[in-house]
């Protein structure tokens, strides 16, 4: 149960947003309650209006991996914003941002930065088409991509919680232009190429699903993806909006090893304000406008404040040899909570990638989404709520991945694991 405050603003909230939310995954709806509402956020803790304070475990769903607030980049919105909120025309924090996407992800030669996620895939989608002068698209079951018409086909996160992985309002002309396949299924990858290869503009992929989960592909996966697509002129795309500069300074593809053609970026570049975008190689790069022939555009993209906010986490990441931290703070997370497990005799699968953590509410093994849509949902929303009585967040869905930020101390952990171990008897 969330505060009577909460409650109240709820009930204003839903006569005049469409569900009370401006984004459905906020809605608590999967977890038959409703959401608090948020005053205030610091370090790893958020605070609700009825001054119930929370651990926090979704970070703004992704972007705040120093923590709510940092101080390096509250102080440089601060500074920036007296020089000017919006320019509308190129700014040297632009350049800068390039150049550090560029030095960083390795795919990148030439990046744009958009304003969310969902126009960095819109985008890197008609980019490939563009390029490849072809329409069809492949998608994998469970991997979300934005709100993007065409990628609202078997998505994950909200769209997958909310049982509705078909949008309506998309017209079946769109999604009959994409293929979507089962992810860690070559077979059908194989099948696909051999039958309408050179039909295929786009591959699409979250590399480390994290919208239905956190999946990790097998062994040879990514690297057959390259293969077949290089094989077919097919365009390789890398969401890497969620795990982008948060599992690496590279992401997935610099784990990996495996290069693909664009990556879409977003959330960590941010700093939290609204940000996205996509880059790669530069011959396809080229072919947006005004130098080629594939229209994109944004009033407010390469924002000087998002620019500025965005270096400031990077540069503070860095610094702090953020990713070294992250995953110590994940091993102690994953060993405490492997043990718990253990202790309760519970078989739950739990997978985890430096700061990034799902537990699944079943004991099969986790490759796709069919693995994780079987997850005990009566067991997840017990845990969660119990969790919530004692003051820490996690995402209202099992579907969802769980993000350790460099401002959990391990005492923030330890009191996590114990919240759990109570939250685990009340399944
Ligand atoms: N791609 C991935 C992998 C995402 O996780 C998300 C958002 N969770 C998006 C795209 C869409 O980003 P946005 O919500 O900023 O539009």
Known sequence: MTGPLSQKMFAKAKTLIPGGVNSPVRAFKNVDGDP??????????IKDIDDKTYIDYVGTWGPAILGHAPIEITQTIHEVAKQGVSFGCPCPWEVTMAQTIVDWVPSVEKVRMVNSGTEA?????RLARGFTKRDKVIKFEGCYHGHVDHLL?????GALTHGEPDSAGVPKDFSNQT????????EALQETFDSIGDQIAAVILEPFPANAGLIFPREGYLQFLR????????VLIFDEVMTGFRLAKGGVQELVGITPDLTCMGKVIGGGLPVGAFGGRSDIMDHLAPVGAVYQAGTLSGNPLAMAAGLAQLKALDEAKGYDQLERLGAQFEAGLRNLLAEKGLGYTLHRVGSMF????????????DDVSGADMEAFKKFFWALIDQGVYIAPSPYEAGFISLAHSTGDIDDTLDAMSTAFKAI
Request: include cysteine; charge should be positive; charged fraction near 20%.
């Open 36 to 45: 608090f509402f948020v005053r205030s956020a610091s370090g790893c803790r």
């Open 121 to 125: 895939t819109m985008s890197a989608i």
């Open 153 to 157: 086909v078997a998505a994950g996160s």
């Open 179 to 186: 293929i979507v396949l089962k992810y860690n299924d070559t």
């Open 227 to 234: 293969d077949i697509t290089t094989k077919h002129g097919t």
């Open 358 to 369: 799902c537990l699944f509410f079943t004991e099969k093994e986790i490759w796709n989404l």
